[in-house]
């Protein structure tokens, strides 16, 4: 643990000022009459944040604010990859015996998802009416203010890697994961990798195929006749709509990650357009505020290894680049994983929004949830629903109560 630094944000002026030249600079596109949110981020909406983010908007404030909780950066190195600097936030509970949590991030989101639900996990948890959790949430490679590499084949294998890796250096020989979006997926590949360590996982994405008579008859003959509720019908609606309309940008970063690299690397309003549209879209009508915005994507802008190294992880997820064996792709992490409680908080308004056959099919489900609101940021839109989902999962009573040994959470 000697390596392990603190660390604090202090973006240099220089890079600040760049920021305002090259947003002075901008040349925007013209647009349509009468054109919406169907054909991407409206042309007024991109004008009035760019002008906001350059003459209004204070990052220094957001600095502060950023640096209230605790930071730190430490080295680790995947097989065959050089060592990277991983940033993170870790909080320690002052509970003897909270379960140490780790919180992992998605695209476009970031380490400040967090911010909302570490103080309810850590001080909130008093260890008596609730439990109590140890919270680290790191910047992913390539993320934040991680490193990220220089070698191809950087995968869901080398995240996982790193991920646990960080962990164990911390002390914490046994965990347990939340997360949506890439922290759903890389949850998964640890419960393949890693199943000693990470004990069971907590997702809020629904990242799941129907079930098979071959594999699964119980679940096939169960979602064969037993209708949809509410949920699952409007979900049916919402996920058919991203597959329609809404999956454009992944097709582009799973095959062309370069390509678009040039523009998140050297406009910030391209960068700004392309994340902001997320927020918007794949949101449940949450009033994002213009600072939200500017920090959100700010984020991204001054990230060690630049805003469009993030989109990486698409291509490395969707490719094999190294010809590798144990690839985890797609159909790996939808299948069966052993040993590894799952529990998920449905979200009428997130991307892939499955009946609750579906990701039963993915292990030992012992925790699920529906909720009437909220989308694919759950932990910014809806943090005291995540909170009090953690809470029921991993608290006395709940299905995965107990996972990690010698820490429930309690002081009794």
Known sequence: ??????YTIAVEDQRLQDLKTR???TKFPDELDEAGWDMGAPLADVKRLAKYWQESYDWKKAERELNQVPQFVTNVQCEGFEPLAIHFVHVRSKVKGAIPLLFIHGWPGHFEEVLKIIKPLTEGGDGVNYPAFDVVAPSLPNFGFSDGPQKRGFAMEQYAETMNKLM??????EYVTQGGDWGCHISRALAFRYPKYCKATHLNYDSADPPTFFKNP???LE???KPYNSREKHGVTRSKWFDEEGRGYNLEQSTKPQTLGYALADSPVACLAWIY???HDWSDAYAWSDDEICTWVSIYWFSTAGPAASVRIYYETAHNVDGRKDKIGREKMRSWSPGVK???SHFPMDLAVRPSTWVRTLGDVVFEKE????GHFAAWERPDDIVADVREMFGKGGGAFGVVRGVTGYTS
Do not use: V
């Open 1 to 6: 643990m000697a390596d392990i630094r603190p």
């Open 23 to 25: 947003l002075s600079l």
């Open 168 to 173: 164990l250096k911390l002390g914490y020989n």
């Open 218 to 220: 119980i679940l096939a």
């Open 223 to 225: 979602h064969a006749i």
């Open 277 to 279: 549209e997320k927020l």
């Open 342 to 344: 799952l529990g998920f």
């Open 371 to 374: 909720h009437g609101s909220g």
